[in-house]
């Protein structure tokens, strides 16, 4: 690892593919690695300094800049496929979710729907330079994925995080009708947070007097934003 990012801080991309495919490839990745101050560096001449005895456990890392090589194309050709595939590969510590998101239970879709967008890609040692910092569409279309299989099963949860994406949360065009309805099936299952959204989705719509029923449903459910 420590070789991988000295190579990449001088730029020498192509050389630093090799040891942080090794590192990223050592399992298992521990969920909270130690963080050494210095992993390795490289003077103006390029040439580096690297520290004896690699630290342990820092395979997310390498996984997320290796991620980032790919998606650029910095070393190599552009590869998204190999990008998503390293990414994504510190989610399988969560193999629990996996499972039970493969088998239909969907809250564990809904869980790894989350762990996408709370992917520790999305902020590790180099964010200035990470591509998902400036294009997350592959992390939103795997969590939608999974948001919509357990949406598929009336799960309220589901419902309510596809109404935030319609409404703009991942920063793409706002579709109030498509969050709207979301919400709604949402509220029709009895989620408090869904009737207070739904309530101020048709409030926004116009529709004040049904909005205003649905938001006192939540208020009586101890929705606290009610």
Known sequence: FNAGVAYSSAGKYAEAIPPLTQAAATAP?????????????????????????PPENYQEDASCLLGDLYALGLGTKRDMAAAAKWWFLPLDKYGEYRAGAAKGDAKAQVALGDLYLAGPCLNHLDPSR??????????????????????????PQAAIRLGKYYDGLAGVPR???????????????????????????????????????????????????A
């Not at 910092?133 to 994925?145: I, K």
Request: aromatic content about 10%.
């Open 175 to 225: 579709q109030p009708g498509k969050a709207e309805t979301w919400y709604g099936i949402a509220a029709a299952k009895g989620s408090a947070e869904g009737q207070y959204l739904y309530g101020l989705a048709l409030r926004s719509d116009g529709a004040y007097r049904e909005g205003l029923r649905w938001l006192r449903l939540a208020e009586a459910q101890g929705y606290q934003p």
């Open 130 to 155: 990470h591509a998902l910092t400036h294009d997350n569409s592959l992390v939103w279309n795997e969590a939608l994925r999974w948001y919509r299989e357990a949406a598929r099963k009336d799960d």
């Open 29 to 53: 990745i521990d969920p909270h690695p130690p963080r050494p101050a210095i992993v390795g560096t490289c003077s103006d001449t390029g040439d580096c300094e690297i520290p004896a005895g």
